[in-house]
């Protein structure tokens, strides 16, 4: 089932924004200032995945997590929605794997 445009596209950002919310108020809760948090949540996403991209698995979840994205933004469909957040936390995980390489 499709969903209209503009209703589709609030929706997945608006999920996308609640994702990375709780994720800055996890790290927020964890470190003593709100730049330090702020740090913690796009070093992954940044020198994470630019570190981690020599290491296979850190590759094939880029890959797989932008493939998934791309099909959640030009899809339109309501299953759409999980398969765009299941990327973008995917691509997450990733970044964190490659700062941990």
């Not at 596209?9 to 702020?38: D, E, K």
């Not at 981690?52 to 759409?80: H, N, Q, T």
């Amino acid at each position: 089932m499709r969903m209209t445009r503009g209703r589709y596209y609030r929706t997945l950002f608006g999920g996308w924004l609640l994702i990375v919310s709780v994720i800055f108020l996890w790290h927020l809760a964890q470190s003593p200032s709100a730049s330090s948090a702020a740090e913690e949540l796009l070093l992954p996403v940044t020198l994470g995945i630019w570190v981690g991209a020599s290491r296979l698995a850190v590759l094939f979840y880029v890959i797989v997590s932008a493939g998934l994205m791309g099909y959640g933004l030009f899809a339109r469909k309501r299953y759409a929605l999980a398969l765009f957040w299941s990327g973008f936390l995917l691509f997450f995980m990733a970044g964190m794997m490659g700062l941990r390489s």
